[in-house]
Every structure is written in structure tokens, then in C-alpha cells.
């Protein structure tokens, strides 16, 4: 009788240890389909045409020698992220000083006082090919153009995409990166796996339309898309679209269940799911 007394405590023990632990977390996925076709390229103050001049040339030596194709791999292969420091700002020094928001792995984002990403190891590279020493200001994204066109920077690197009102503010190198923006969701969520194209996952959106929150980092495509924008050609979704100022803080909100889903450049969206996931 004890003994069966033991076995029957014993699994009830385990049981209630295995509710107690084993209880899983919301993650995130995204679903790979393009929703947009964008280009990423820097913004050069539009007073220094010989500096476009010499980024656009460096654009095309890192390409060619595949110093760019190496940064890259450190963010999305196997490779290890390399930390840049920013000096300080002294305008009786020769420097390159940098506008960027740095809110937006894994082009760029900070530890402690270093910068990382691919457009802030670009900087520094692009810096050393100039030889300038290298200023990197962070702010808003919504600030980065004005900050340029205003002269307080002499260039925006901060995942841009070319976009025709922030012609005047900059003017734009060549591209260097192809990106889309895509959507993000639960991972228990199965209503958009059977979508194969764009149009496909729009309409489920629209369907939707104002019952649905969805998440943009402030300012970047992901807004312009989701509530409509004229100069690029997008109808908008007819979503409540809900701000925050990084990629990284509209996804927890949605794991926390306050908003539905997340759009966000390609990039970002896997880099961040990534990440996010592995806390949870």
C-alpha cells in the first residue's frame, strides 16, 4: 500500500514539476514571401558631391572584392561581428561623421558604447578608404536625411531605402543592398502558410482591415506599406498600424499578445524572430 502511495505521489510530483516548467512560450516566425522590392543605399549630403563621388566608388571596390559579401557573412553566416567605436566629434579633425539609428540589426545597433551591423562596419571601412576618422551619430530614424540635409552629418547609413521625398534631404549613392519587407506572426499561427505570392497575404490583411493591429518601427517602409503611401504606389492595408521605435519591440508586443502581426524589412525580421525566439 506505502508503495503504491510513493508511485501515485511521484507522478503527481512530476506532473505538477511538468506544469509548473514545461510550459511553452509564444515564438515568432516569418513568412517568407516579398511583400515589396526595395533598395538600400547611404544618403550623402548634397553639398559634397565629390564625396558621392568616392562612396560610390568604394561601393563598388567592396563589391568587387568581396569585402562586402564578408560583412555580410557575419550577420547571416558563420561569421563573427566586428565592434566599431565611434570618436568624438571635433570639427577641427578630418572626420566622416555618420548619421544612423542604431535600432536596426543587423545593419546596425549598439553594445555598450561599440556599434555593430553591416552598415556601421561598412562606416568604418568607408571611413579608413577616405582617410577620415570615424564620427557616428545616432538618433531617430525619422531624424537620419534631415540630419544630413541640415549639414550636422555628412552621411546617412542606416538601412535606407531610396525613396523620392528623401531626395530632398540626400542624395542617394549607388544601391548596395536589395530588401522587402515581410511579415511577421505568431508561430502557431497557420493562415498565412498557404500563401504564395504578395497578393495573397495582402488579402488576408485587407479581410481583416481595422480589427487587426499591426506592428512598424516609426518611419521606415514597413508604415508606408501598411497604411498606405502614394509616392511608392501602396494602397495600404486598412490595418490599425501601431508605431514603436525599434523592429525588436513591436515583435515582443505581439508575443505579449498586445498587437497581431509585425511587418518589417527582411533582414531585421530574421535577425530579430532569431533572437526573440532563443529568450523565450
Same mark, same amino acid.
Not at 505538477?16 to 526595395?38: F, H, R
Not at 546596425?108 to 576618422?133: R, V
Not at 537620419?144 to 531626395?167: F, H, S, Y
Not at 498600424?241 to 530574421?270: F, R
Given at each position: 500500500?506505502?508503495?503504491?502511495?510513493?508511485?501515485?505521489? %511521484?507522478?503527481?510530483?512530476?506532473?505538477?514539476?511538468a506544469g509548473c516548467g514545461g510550459e511553452k512560450?509564444?515564438?515568432?516566425?516569418? +513568412?517568407?514571401?516579398?511583400?515589396?522590392?526595395? !533598395? *538600400?543605399? @547611404?544618403?550623402?549630403?548634397?553639398?559634397?558631391?565629390?564625396?558621392? !563621388? &568616392?562612396?560610390? =566608388?568604394?561601393?563598388?571596390?567592396?563589391?568587387?572584392?568581396?569585402?562586402? $559579401? =564578408?560583412?555580410?557573412?557575419?550577420?547571416?553566416?558563420?561569421?563573427?561581428?566586428?565592434?566599431?567605436? &565611434?570618436?568624438?566629434?571635433?570639427?577641427?579633425?578630418?572626420?566622416?561623421?555618420?548619421?544612423?539609428?542604431?535600432?536596426?540589426?543587423?545593419?546596425?545597433?549598439? =553594445?555598450?558604447?561599440?556599434?555593430?551591423?553591416?552598415?556601421?562596419?561598412?562606416?568604418?571601412?568607408?571611413?579608413? *578608404?577616405?582617410?577620415?576618422?570615424?564620427? +557616428?551619430?545616432?538618433?531617430? @530614424?525619422?531624424?537620419?536625411?534631415?540630419?544630413?540635409?541640415?549639414?550636422?552629418?555628412?552621411?546617412?547609413?542606416?538601412?535606407?531605402?531610396?525613396?523620392?521625398?528623401?531626395?530632398? *534631404?540626400? &542624395? @542617394? &549613392?549607388?544601391?548596395?543592398?536589395? %530588401?522587402?519587407?515581410?511579415?511577421?506572426?505568431?508561430?502557431?499561427?497557420?493562415? @498565412?502558410?498557404?500563401?504564395?505570392?504578395?497578393?495573397?497575404? !495582402?488579402?488576408?490583411? /485587407?479581410?481583416?482591415?481595422?480589427?487587426?493591429?499591426?506592428?512598424?518601427?516609426?518611419?521606415?517602409?514597413?508604415?508606408?506599406?501598411?497604411?498606405?503611401?502614394? $509616392?511608392?504606389?501602396? !494602397?495600404?492595408?486598412?490595418?490599425?498600424?501601431?508605431?514603436?521605435?525599434?523592429?525588436?519591440? %513591436?515583435?515582443?508586443?505581439?508575443? $505579449?499578445?498586445?498587437?497581431? *502581426?509585425?511587418?518589417? $524589412?527582411?533582414?531585421?525580421? =530574421?535577425?530579430?524572430?532569431?533572437?526573440?525566439? /532563443?529568450?523565450?
Amino acid at each position: 500500500m506505502k508503495k503504491l502511495l510513493a508511485v501515485a505521489m %511521484a507522478v503527481i510530483m512530476a506532473a505538477a514539476l511538468a506544469g509548473c516548467g514545461g510550459e511553452k512560450k509564444t515564438t515568432a516566425k516569418v +513568412i517568407e514571401i516579398w511583400l515589396t522590392n526595395e !533598395e *538600400y543605399a @547611404f544618403g550623402v549630403d548634397k553639398a559634397q558631391p565629390e564625396l558621392l !563621388e &568616392s562612396v560610390n =566608388e568604394f561601393i563598388e571596390e567592396i563589391k568587387a572584392t568581396g569585402t562586402f $559579401d =564578408e560583412i555580410c557573412n557575419r550577420y547571416f553566416g558563420d561569421g563573427t561581428p566586428v565592434a566599431v567605436t &565611434s570618436a568624438v566629434y571635433d570639427e577641427s579633425k578630418d572626420q566622416l561623421v555618420v548619421a544612423t539609428n542604431a535600432e536596426f540589426e543587423p545593419f546596425e545597433y549598439k =553594445e555598450g558604447d561599440k556599434y555593430y551591423g553591416i552598415d556601421m562596419e561598412i562606416a568604418a571601412q568607408l571611413a579608413a *578608404y577616405l582617410g577620415k576618422e570615424l564620427v +557616428i551619430q545616432n538618433m531617430d @530614424f525619422d531624424e537620419v536625411c534631415p540630419a544630413v540635409g541640415q549639414q550636422k552629418c555628412d552621411i546617412a547609413m542606416a538601412g535606407l531605402t531610396v525613396r523620392e521625398d528623401r531626395m530632398e *534631404y540626400v &542624395s @542617394f &549613392s549607388a544601391p548596395y543592398y536589395v %530588401a522587402a519587407q515581410k511579415l511577421i506572426v505568431t508561430s502557431e499561427d497557420m493562415e @498565412f502558410d498557404a500563401c504564395l505570392e504578395a497578393a495573397s497575404v !495582402e488579402a488576408i490583411l /485587407k479581410e481583416k482591415g481595422s480589427s487587426i493591429k499591426v506592428g512598424v518601427q516609426t518611419g521606415t517602409t514597413g508604415q508606408f506599406y501598411a497604411e498606405g503611401d502614394e $509616392d511608392w504606389g501602396f !494602397e495600404g492595408l486598412g490595418v490599425e498600424v501601431v508605431g514603436y521605435k525599434t523592429g525588436s519591440l %513591436a515583435v515582443q508586443d505581439m508575443l $505579449d499578445g498586445n498587437i497581431d *502581426y509585425v511587418i518589417i $524589412d527582411s533582414a531585421p525580421a =530574421e535577425y530579430i524572430t532569431e533572437k526573440i525566439n /532563443k529568450k523565450q
